[in-house]
């Protein structure tokens, strides 16, 4: 099992950038694909990033281009760099991990964090 931690969120201008952390439990990261989704109030949570665990990653179309994923095995954490972000990108994010590799990591993870607040607001 393991348990995620997210960090990183806060209250950002139009145009600004943002880097969230999802720290992870346990001895075997490097053994889960791992992903980030988000919520906005009163809309389903949606799939953003994911990355395996060789470091290949995928992206939504609404975020490529601006986001980046990544992962630190050394440091049991995943990232989520968001640049030029947009008052649509305004959510909860959530991270996420799945040791059964990419395609269950972007719909049905087995592991969430409790999530971080991003808010991009001018």
């Known amino acids: 099992q393991v348990q995620l931690v997210e960090s990183g969120g806060g209250l950002v201008q139009p145009g600004d950038s943002l880097r969230l952390s999802c720290a992870a439990s346990?001895?075997?990261?490097?053994?889960?694909?791992m992903g980030w989704f988000r919520q906005a109030p009163g809309k389903a949570r949606e799939f953003v990033a994911a990355i395996t665990r060789s470091g290949s990653s995928t992206y939504a179309d609404s975020v490529k281009g601006r986001f980046t994923i990544s992962r630190d095995n050394a440091k049991n954490t995943v990232y989520l760099q968001m640049n030029s972000l947009k008052p649509d990108d305004t959510a909860v994010y959530y991270c996420a991990a799945d040791v059964r590799g990419l395609i269950a990591v972007t719909t049905t993870p087995q592991y969430w964090g409790q999530g971080t607040q991003v808010t991009v607001s001018s």
């Open positions: 346990g001895r075997t990261f490097s053994s889960y694909a």
